[in-house]
């Protein structure tokens, strides 16, 4: 949790009683992975290590590997993460698994897609902690 922990630290902080928050998506570019929420969907990681990862749902939760929950949107470039505060980061894609965040700071960390399960539909990701 060195580079990307600090978005999972702080979505640790996070409760799970957000605001709504609307998703705005970015256009698909051409010849290029497009960044929208679609693209975010899923466990991220960024040390290696899918037990240690963050889940975004395509219903707009997140379930860091903590267990702290909350609310993301996508807009534009900027990742928001909402629960009792507000954090937002940039996001930079490389490629359709690997992304660089930017942090408030200027801090930047890399993070990289975990593989999905068969069985994995993010139908189940508020269920699993409750």
Known sequence: MKRFGRMLAAAALLTAGAPQLAFAQTEETQGRVALDS????GLW?????CADAIRFAGNGEFVAANGGTGRWAL???RLMLAGSSLVAVRIAIH???TIDVINADGSVGHSTRCPAADDDDDSHVMSDIA
């Open 75 to 77: 807009q534009g470039d």
């Open 38 to 41: 679609a693209f975010l969907v």
């Open 95 to 97: 490629d359709a698994d």
């Open 45 to 49: 990681t960024d040390d290696d290590d």
